[in-house]
């Protein structure tokens, strides 16, 4: 497995859809991370390996995906992405938490450990 690219109507079928719910109910399987990101940004060019990694040693608990701000404007804006890399960590039940900023490997692994896997 690895990271899966997000689009908007992705977002709407496999996440959240926002157009028909106005309270967050997230609608995946497992935990998810998005990563929002742009091709030119050199913090998203490190973090992808990274995430390719974890998308791996994770897969069966939790859906890595990504989402291209500069083609999916609309989600970007919908979650007030202002500095890429954003990351949005998703619990199964509970709100999701959004973080700016590139981690490293072991940085994602604790913020998984205590926003994904501790609820």
Avoid: H
């Avoid at 997230?26 to 990101?37: Q, R, S, V």
């Avoid at 974890?54 to 500069?70: A, F, R």
């Avoid at 804006?77 to 490293?104: T, W, Y």
């Amino acid at each position: 497995m690895s990271t899966m690219k997000l689009t908007l109507n992705d977002f709407k079928e496999n996440i959240f859809d926002y157009i028909q719910e106005k309270e967050w109910n997230y609608k995946g399987e497992k935990p998810a991370i998005i990563d929002f990101y742009a091709d030119w940004c050199g913090p998203c060019k490190m973090v992808a390996p990274i995430l390719e990694e974890l998308s791996n040693e994770y897969k069966d608990k939790v859906d890595i995906y990504k989402v291209d701000t500069e083609k999916e404007q609309e989600l970007s804006a919908m979650f007030r992405v202002r500095n890429i890399p954003s990351l949005l960590f998703i619990p199964k039940e509970g709100q999701p938490k959004m973080l700016a900023g590139a981690l490293d490997k072991q940085g994602f692994i604790d913020v998984m450990n205590q926003e994904l896997f501790s609820k």
